[in-house]
């Protein structure tokens, strides 16, 4: 599993790109959750926000205590972190193209670019004896969950050899116009000193011989992943480790694989 934001934000910027998307219009035309039907924020909330994790939601709504979506500050104001937004957007786009987003991602990007090993959930096709299996801090295995419903913030099927191809297709502009892969390269939020969003990825400029860095990092119990591209260099480095213990694995790689810039990058973290 890796995490899933970059993936589906490069799937709506290519639905953006092609006029079946907008990215500043009020995605409340297509969709409103039960939740939050009643909100004075409700037509403020645009595919921009959400993208780069200003859409006043909380990360999960059953982490809040009422267990309910609600609005935590208006969209647009400030940074904080959802997956929630993200499967919102999801939501919205099944409803307006009606067709299952999985779908759409398979048209518009991995089968475009021969990611053929990468799924929004567990299907038949994949070999399970190939699935690295998550193992706590002790190094012993956890049970997993084959999760069957797409989630466009987590759960990803995919390999190392996929998500690099993902990435090389990032760093050469993913096939964008050149105004909207400008919008992708541009800050869109603030998360704290050093670092930065833009739409779907984190940006960390301002390193060694004016470098940007944009990536991803997350994971659930037992997993801990990143994705990290260079700007100017176009160097990159997709780290999956089925272990809890992986942060300490990734950081050590980083350090040493991208010299003082790396350096910079895991510092930046762990600030």
């Known amino acids: ?42 037509d403020k909330l645009t595919t921009r926000h959400i993208l780069s994790h200003q859409s006043g939601f909380p990360n999960w709504r059953y982490l809040t205590e009422d267990k309910r979506l609600s609005f935590q500050f208006e969209p647009g104001t400030k940074w904080q972190y959802s997956g929630e937004g993200f499967e919102y957007l999801r939501k919205a786009i099944e409803k307006k193209m009606k067709r299952p987003f999985d779908e759409i991602a398979q048209e518009k990007l991995f089968d475009p670019i021969g990611m053929n090993s ?83 990825m984190q940006m960390l400029s301002g390193l060694p011989n004016n470098e940007t860095a944009f990536m991803h990092t997350g994971g659930d119990y037992g997993t801990k992943t990143i994705s990290l591209l260079l700007k100017n260099s176009k160097q990159g480095l997709v780290l999956f480790s089925n272990s809890e213990s992986g942060m300490i694995l990734w950081q050590k790689i980083i350090s040493e694989y991208f010299g003082e810039t790396g350096k910079k990058i895991v510092q930046r973290n762990l600030e």
């Not at 929004?120 to 295995?141: C, M, Q, R, T, V």
């Open 1 to 42: 599993m890796c995490r899933t934001p970059p993936i589906t934000a490069f799937v709506v910027l290519k639905l953006i790109d092609q006029g079946s998307w907008n990215l500043d219009e009020p995605v409340s035309n297509y969709f409103i959750d039960e939740d939050i039907k009643h909100s004075k924020y409700i």
């Open 118 to 200: 990468t799924y929004f959930y567990w299907k038949d096709k994949i070999d399970e004896s190939l699935y690295a299996i998550e193992h706590d801090e002790n190094g012993k295995p956890i049970n997993y969950e084959k999760y069957t419903n797409a989630n466009a913030a987590a759960n990803l099927m995919t390999t190392v050899e996929d998500y690099s191809k993902f990435l090389v297709y990032i760093i050469n502009g993913a096939g964008l116009s050149e105004n909207l892969y400008a919008e992708f390269l541009k800050t869109q939020s603030h998360e704290k000193k050093g670092i930065d969003w833009s739409l779907g």
